[in-house]
């Protein structure tokens, strides 16, 4: 397989768990997906990387991502408040989101689905479900047809 | 009729034989002496022939004289004894007639006969008196001459002499009544009638007539008819009053009883109303538009401990307050306050418009509402630690379980090499008890879940949740090769999520424990009277009698987990399920020839069963 890396689409991915990210990109790669994942390590640092402020003022160093993997705990402002920060803003509304999270409670899968998230994975991600759920989105597709094409 | 008045001679009783025999007597003495006379000269030494012949003449004459003596003595006496009844019967009549007079003349009725020729013969001393006729005057003439009639209605009193028809056919004997004129012209009304005289062949001989006066009669019975008529058109007003009265009275005395009654009712109802309204345990206050207190019952008096005159001189907002919160309540003599809840409507008192306030004592409600806060309160804080602990359950406690299984996974496939075939067995087990451990935490909450009351029940198509369990379990019915039957199945008040895992139990259960190589699994339903009952029958290993009191307990395991993987969850989070639904859930068994759970559901009544088909089956349920 021949390695394909999109830098027009980052991978914006928010988790405070080292070995999350770790399983995550392990995950990414397994799957063949190979652009390139900034990591936030809590809600404040995920807006702040949104908005451009604080360590991440230059926007060209991180631009806007092409696709979000949101923990929904994390410390201090959690996944949940970054979702409602952000879901109806007008300026992050093409940026597909994807909720990654140990929780299988119905109740946080609809929570998801009510602020207009493409997809819910249940940790551990895996290979198998994150080419499930990234592969369904289009951006991620264009991707997928690059990269098997 | 006058008559002269005669005095009757009478004789001596003596002289009445005497007249009757003394002329015959006297007449026999004659002959006697006659005889003697002739006789005596006579002697019987003279027996001249002539002188015999004139003896025996002597004696035939003598014979003959004495016959006749005797003869005339007898008619004599014939005819005085003729005579003297005759002059007894003119005395009779005399006497009657008399008699016959006075009668007539004393009868108050007026009389008068006419003969045939319509002349008046008799006439009494009243008709006299009425006509101004004499007696001598009256007699011979005409009657209507006498008797002058105003009235056209003149009696028949004049019969033509040659009539035939007895007079007993024509219309005499009726009571007529006419004005009658007198001789010097006084006039009057008198009532009369007219007989007619008939002898005894039936001929007419003349016509009595009587008839009085009846001007005073007449005048009595004209004043009497006029009262009459007076007396009953007076009566027929009266009586015309009287039906007035009467309706009148009656519309009246139903408008009183009507009244009465009302009153009745009125009084009734307002005794009613002060039973109630002293009676009741609630503060009721009557005001006027400027708030001041016109009325309130005992238990005002009692909640605030005033007495009702004090309560009467005050307002209402001196008595109602609001505390801090906004809420009324009102004020006691001990200024304590007593949270109360108002009513009030607007009433009519005593012709003023006012306001009535019912003031309910809603300490009891305030402490109950109070206690019934704090313990939603600690319910809350008891659910929000349920909550919390089924997060760090789901959470934090497979967290790291997950990190285990994650990592060892990544040895196992990355570093694969680096082992040896013990370290890939160890590594191998520790991933399967990272594995197991996260089911058993996963399938404690799945318990502590069931049964709750997240979701309200609604209307579930137990047809549409057995399709949901088809298509959750499709890849095991085809891997074992199972038949599973659905019937047509009843609809039930529920938890969609919860039915779902309940069925998705019982229907992996039936093709988990089943050895045969084509197991069968037969969903059904029987309508009861109360309830439905819902059977998942299968042909598998079943179970023995005592084993089936065990197999709804939690974590009850009848076997190894080499033999059938699982935590023995599953029936007991069943049994919770059913429960949550008001039903039970029953098993039958047999080993090696299957089991039979039994399920009911109550029939609730109500609205009619709307299902959703619609809604997404849900594919998080559990199984064993």
Redesign the interface.
């Known amino acids: 397989m021949s390695k394909v890396t999109v830098d027009a689409i980052r991978i914006l991915l928010i988790e405070d768990d080292e070995?999350d990210v770790l399983?995550t990109k392990?995950a990414m790669k397994k799957a063949n997906i190979w652009n390139s994942v900034d990591v936030a390590r809590n809600g404040q640092e995920a807006l702040d990387y949104l908005h451009n402020k604080g360590a991440f003022e230059d926007a060209s160093q991180y631009p806007k991502p092409g696709l979000i993997l949101l923990d929904l705990?994390l410390p201090g402002i959690d996944g949940r408040e970054v979702l409602e920060r952000i879901w109806d803003k007008p300026e992050f509304k093409d940026i597909p989101i994807v909720v990654a999270s140990?929780?299988?409670?119905?109740k946080d899968i609809e929570f998801g689905r009510a602020h207009g998230i493409q997809n819910y994975i249940i940790?551990?991600v895996?290979p198998d479900n994150v080419i499930e759920a990234l592969g369904r989105i289009a951006q991620i597709k264009v991707i997928l047809g690059n990269v098997l094409g | 009729m006058a008559r002269k008045e005669t005095t009757a001679f009478v004789e001596p009783a003596w002289l009445a034989p005497l007249r009757k025999y003394l002329p015959g007597t006297l007449l026999i003495l004659l002959v006697i002496l006659l005889s003697v006379i002739l006789v005596l000269p006579l002697r019987t030494e003279d027996p001249a022939p002539w002188t015999q012949a004139r003896t025996w003449f002597a004696v035939v004459i003598y014979l003959a004289f004495m016959a006749m003596a005797g003869l005339f003595t007898i008619l004599h006496a014939r005819v005085e004894k003729a005579r003297l009844r005759h002059q007894e019967d003119t005395r009779q009549l005399e006497h009657l007639n008399d008699r016959f007079d006075a009668a007539l003349n004393h009868i108050a009725d007026g009389v008068m006969a006419v003969d045939r020729n319509g002349c008046v013969t008799l006439i009494n001393r009243k008709a006299c008196e009425l006509t101004d006729w004499s007696a001598e005057e009256a007699v011979g003439k005409p009657l209507k001459v006498v008797f002058c009639l105003q009235s056209v209605n003149v009696p028949p009193t004049t019969v033509d002499p040659d009539e035939t028809v007895p007079l007993k056919q024509l219309g005499f004997g009726r009571e007529l009544t006419a004005g009658l004129v007198s001789k010097f012209g006084v006039e009057f009304i008198v009532r009369y009638e007219t007989t007619a005289m008939i002898d005894r062949d039936g001929w007419l001989m003349g016509t009595m007539l009587t008839f009085r006066d009846v001007t005073e009669l007449q005048h009595i019975e004209e004043q009497r008819e006029a009262l009459i008529a007076e007396l009953s058109e007076a009566n027929r007003q009266l009586e015309k009053e009287m039906q007035n009265h009467q309706r009148a009275r009656r519309a009246a005395l139903s408008l009183l009883q009507d009244a009465q009654s009302a009153q009745s009712a009125l009084r009734e109802r307002e005794e009613h109303l002060r039973v109630l309204f002293e009676g009741v345990d609630d503060t009721l206050l009557v005001y006027d538009r400027e708030g001041r207190i016109l009325d309130c019952n005992t238990a005002a008096e009692h909640n605030t401990g005033l007495k009702r005159e004090v309560i009467l001189g005050k307002t209402y907002a001196e008595l109602v307050m609001h505390d801090e919160n906004g809420m009324p309540c009102l004020q006691t003599a001990e200024r304590r306050v007593i949270p109360v809840d108002i009513h009030s409507s607007s009433i009519r008192y005593h012709t003023q418009e006012a306001v009535i306030a019912v003031l309910r004592d809603i300490t009891p409600l305030k402490r109950v509402q109070d206690k019934l806060r704090e313990s939603n309160e600690r319910l809350r804080e008891s659910n929000a630690a349920l909550e919390e602990y089924a997060?760090v359950a789901?959470?934090d406690l497979?967290?790291p379980l997950?990190?285990i299984?994650?990592?060892s996974n990544?040895l196992l496939e990355d570093y694969h090499d680096a082992l040896d075939q013990d370290g890939r067995h160890y590594l191998h087990i520790l991933v399967k008890a990272a594995k197991r451990m996260r089911r058993l935490i996963k399938d404690v909450l799945a318990f502590s879940r069931a049964g709750s009351h997240e979701k309200p029940m609604e209307w579930i198509d137990l047809n549409d949740v057995l399709s949901a369990v088809r298509e959750n379990l499709t890849e095991h019915i085809e891997e074992k090769h199972a038949v599973l039957d659905i019937n047509v199945l009843p609809a039930v008040q529920g938890d969609q999520?919860q039915l779902l895992q309940l069925f998705q139990n019982l229907v992996s259960n039936a093709l988990k424990f089943n050895d045969k190589d084509a197991p069968r699994i037969l969903v059904y339903a029987h309508e009861r009277s109360d309830h439905w009952e819902v059977c998942v029958r299968d042909n598998g290993i079943g179970m023995k009698e005592w084993e089936t009191r065990y197999i709804f307990a939690p974590f009850k395991r009848l076997h190894g987990q080499e033999q059938y993987e699982g935590t023995g969850i599953g029936l007991a989070v069943c049994r919770k399920i059913i429960h949550r639904h008001g039903g039970t859930v029953t098993v039958e068994s047999e080993p090696g020839k299957g089991s039979l759970f039994r399920l009911t559901f109550p029939r609730t009544s109500g609205s009619s069963p709307q299902v959703e088909k619609d809604k997404e089956p849900d594919k998080?349920g559990e199984t064993v």
């Not at chain 1, 140990?102 to 119905?106: H, I, N, R, V």
């Open positions: 070995e399983l392990r705990s140990t929780s299988d409670y119905e940790k551990p895996e | 997060r789901s959470h497979q967290e997950r990190k299984e994650s990592f990544i999520t998080h």
